[in-house]
T-cell receptor, first 114, second 116 residues
Framework: AQKVTQAQTEISVVEKEDVTLDCVYE???????LFWYKQPPSGELVFLIR??????QNEISGRYSWNFQKSTSSFNFTITASQVVDSAVYFC???????????FGTGTRLQVFP | DADVTQTPRNRITKTGKRIMLECSQT?????MYWYRQDPGLGLRLIYY???????NKGEISDGYSVSRQAQAKFSLSLESAIPNQTALYFC???????????????FGEGSRLTVL
């Protein structure tokens, strides 16, 4: 069975701190996609990144970076120099390759204080 | 205008009432999904559809039904709403049938349902 675990329910940091959100997944598929979504207080889901299972290169986008390690089935998300606007719930998700069904983790609520 | 539109965005209703949440999309996608979000539980799949004649149950389909009226429209119904169906509901779309999966879902803005 496929599963995504986000063990950190809530994280609080002070602005400018770096923060890493953990994501561990389980799947028997050899081809799959991993995602991170952001849900700000307004409620919509904002797509952040998609990663193909064949591409283990880490990715950096501005203050955001992602570390994908198949050996540990992890896809962690780091925000560098956090800002108040980063306060949101962040979801990691795993895609079923055949159906595009997304299996979501339970989310990590990040609070960034000024 | 949003590519995936959900109506209503907010609804308060009473136990036992029939409720329909509607989703329409302009992305030309064949695949459509309904998810439910509860605090601390993430998003869970209720139903999904690959085309107009295809309906599939997700992990929490009990108490819900769906209708795929057209390629662009996918409605979720609660025949007799109960309080534990109070949640935020998301519609999503992805891809074209017969094409390689890109894995990415496109979400609507959500419909907040409260059942009293």
């Amino acid at each position: 069975a496929q599963k995504v675990t986000q063990a950190q329910t809530e994280i609080s940091v002070v602005e400018k701190e770096d923060v890493t959100l953990d994501c561990v997944y389980e799947t028997r598929d050899t081809t799959y996609y991993l995602f991170w979504y952001k849900q700000p207080p307004s409620g919509e889901l904002v797509f952040l990144i998609r990663r193909n299972s064949f591409d283990e290169q880490n990715e950096i986008s501005g203050r955001y970076s992602w570390n994908f390690q198949k050996s540990t089935s992890s896809f962690n998300f780091t925000i560098t120099a956090s800002q108040v606007v980063d306060s949101a719930v962040y979801f990691c998700a795993l895609s079923d390759y055949n159906t595009d069904k997304l299996i979501f983790g339970t989310g990590t609520r990040l609070q960034v204080f000024p | 205008d949003a590519d995936v539109t959900q109506t209503p965005r907010n609804r308060i209703t009473k136990t036992g009432k029939r409720i329909m949440l509607e989703c329409s999309q302009t992305k030309g996608h064949d695949r459509m999904y309904w998810y439910r979000q509860d605090p601390g539980l993430g998003l869970r799949l209720i139903y999904y559809s690959f085309d107009v004649k295809d309906i599939n149950k997700g992990e929490i389909s009990d108490g819900y039904s769906v209708s795929r009226q057209a390629q662009a429209k996918f409605s979720l119904s609660l025949e007799s709403a109960i309080p534990n169906q109070t949640a935020l509901y998301f519609c999503a779309t992805s891809g074209l049938a017969g094409t390689l999966s890109t894995g990415e879902l496109f979400f609507g803005e959500g419909s907040r349902l409260t059942v009293l």
